[in-house]
């Protein structure tokens, strides 16, 4: 026997409508009579029962217009009507089916089907009822979901967007395909006035492609605000994936490093499709291809840092791209596609390349088919570009002011090891320095790349003439870095306080008998690619000067009293 529940029984005969009663009432329902289609309609509203037997053809309201208005009451509750009718006509069913009905009852009524029938409809009306409430706990959960994602996406937009993106010569299009993000655009300035730029694009997208970029972010931005070469934070990143990611998700990415005072850049592309470097001077393109496997594939002892080098000049653009936007497609099912792509870069004037890719991607009407990133990279004059405060993690007692040490670093560490980071991070104990941690970071790289590259490793900057001979130059630096056997580079530092503040030495000296005199006086004129550092170094330094015994050079850098 089904549950006991309230039926409303609306019939204009009199008869009937007893008969019906008795009926529902010995199988432990309790009953509601109306004599027309008003009636019923006012007692539902009053009573709200759960099941309703409806005359098709009474005065007043007949049942069809009843049981259009009682399922309206209803809303989304299931209340099951049952039409009592004699008719057969195929219209006047239709027209009951119409109005909301959902069985039939003929006369004269049989107690045994009026008892299976409506069983049949109070289980159709629990599981309705079932429904409803799985339907509002999902939608209650979804609501909850989303919240959380809410928030998690702000946290990620406010990681992600933590550095220098919104720089004058950075211009960039992000389109996600879901809530999060699969790729992952990140920019920051370096302690010494250079940029790094980072776009990567995760396996998949949405919040499983996302997961990756928070941990990737840290170790960017914590690593190129300490001065660490792009080598450095690509061999941690990998790591960092490599560990935290399930087998078949990486990161395809590319990964720039500007030296604006050097005017060099360092490329790494490992999975993302080729980016472009347009020269202004003579609007010659270099595609910045991929050599590497993606992040997160390989172990560390496997991984390659290799960069490639190359000399830029104010001007040059750099474009890069995910592989979202060759991929973008129109309703006609073409995608947009890496040719096209390429003809709209050749097309367009040099000022206006990442308007033009941009421009074809909105005339070309796609859709996409995944997260879709474009980027542009302005090199400009680093004095454009504000000067970023170097993070220390220092205490805030008394600072050291009366001391002196000194540093050699031999072969076996010149090859595998960046000083500069772990330099920094020990001078800038020294509160009173903190404020020229750029100026310092600046300087260090000067001298110690300087040491290696002319001192230990031989190189002649006169190599750097044009842009073959600089990519030669680099080539050569690389393959000597790794054969090294022997050499070093001594950093000695001394810092002294006196009346007005105190003053920081560093002294410089290598195994190749140093710099030349007639360089650091600056004898030799500068090309497009060499001669600016040593130049730089008497703009920043109080004094610079080189000792005759061993060649080795002494930079002074005062700070005083506030």
Wanted: include cysteine; proline fraction near 4%; charge should be negative.
């Amino acid at each position: 026997m089904s549950e006991a529940c309230t039926v409303l029984i609306a019939e204009d005969n009199a008869a009937d409508r007893l008969l019906l009663s008795t009926i529902v009432s010995k199988q432990g329902h309790r009953v509601l009579v109306a004599g027309n289609g008003a009636e019923a309609v006012e007692l539902f509203q009053q009573e709200r029962p759960q099941l309703v037997l409806m005359d098709a053809l009474m005065p007043v309201m007949d049942g069809f217009e009843a049981t259009r208005q009682i399922k309206q009451l209803a809303g989304d509750e299931l209340v099951p009507v049952i039409f009592l009718t004699s008719l057969s006509e195929t219209e006047a069913l239709v027209r009951a089916l119409d109005a909301g009905g959902d069985d039939f009852l003929s006369k004269p009524y049989n107690k045994v089907i009026l008892q299976a029938k409506l069983g049949a409809m109070l289980r159709m009306r629990a599981l309705h009822s079932t429904v409803l409430q799985q339907r509002d706990l999902i939608v209650k959960h979804n609501e909850h979901l989303l919240t959380e994602q809410r928030v998690a996406k702000a946290v990620f937009d406010r990681i992600a967007h933590a550095g220098c993106l919104h720089a004058p010569n950075i211009r960039y299009l992000q389109s996600p395909f879901a809530l999060f993000n699969g790729d992952l655009l990140l920019a920051a300035f370096t302690p010494s006035g250079g940029m790094n730029i980072f776009l990567g694009d995760f396996t998949g997208h949405g919040l499983p492609a996302a997961v990756g970029a928070m941990p990737l972010a840290e170790v960017f931005y914590g690593m190129t605000a300490k001065g660490f070469s792009i080598a450095d934070v690509l061999r941690e990143m990998n790591q960092k994936l490599k560990r935290i990611l399930p087998v078949g998700v990486f990161c395809c990415a590319t990964l720039l490093h500007l030296n604006l005072h050097q005017r060099v850049l360092e490329v790494w592309n490992g999975g993302l499709p080729a980016g472009v470097l347009r020269r202004k001077s003579d609007g010659t393109q270099h595609a910045l291809i991929s050599r590497n496997l993606p992040l997160g594939i390989v172990e560390a002892e496997r991984f390659n840092d290799h960069c490639e080098v190359f000399a830029i000049e104010e001007g040059d653009r750099i474009l890069l791209w995910s592989d979202g936007v060759p991929e973008c497609s129109n309703a006609q099912g073409e995608m947009f596609g890496e040719e096209r792509l390429r003809e709209l870069i050749a097309a367009s004037r040099h000022e206006n390349l990442y308007d033009s890719v941009r421009d074809g991607l909105q005339a070309f009407s796609g859709e996409q088919q995944d997260d879709m990133s474009l980027v542009e990279i302005a090199v400009v004059d680093e004095a454009s570009l504000p000067r970023q405060s170097m993070p220390v993690s220092g205490s805030t007692k008394q600072s050291p002011l009366d001391w002196s040490a000194s540093f050699d670093f031999r072969a076996s560490t010149l090859q595998a090891f960046n000083p500069l980071p772990f330099l920094m991070q020990w001078l800038l104990e020294v509160q009173e320095l903190r404020p020229l941690a750029g100026t310092l970071h600046t300087i260090l790289t000067e001298v110690f790349s300087n040491a290696l590259e002319h001192g230990v490793l031989g190189l002649d900057s006169a190599l750097k003439a044009d842009a073959n001979g600089f990519a030669a130059y680099y080539h050569e630096r690389q393959q000597r870095l790794e054969q090294l056997k022997e050499g070093w580079v001594r950093l000695s530092f001394d810092h002294r306080p006196d009346q007005q503040g105190g003053a920081l030495t560093i002294r410089v000296s290598d195994s190749g008998g140093g710099i030349p005199q007639d360089i650091l006086q600056m004898n030799t004129p500068a090309t497009p690619f060499s001669g600016r550092g040593l130049r730089l170094l008497h703009e920043l330094a109080d004094q610079c000067w080189r000792e005759e015994g061993d060649g080795s050079l002494n930079i002074r850098v005062r700070w005083q009293h506030e």
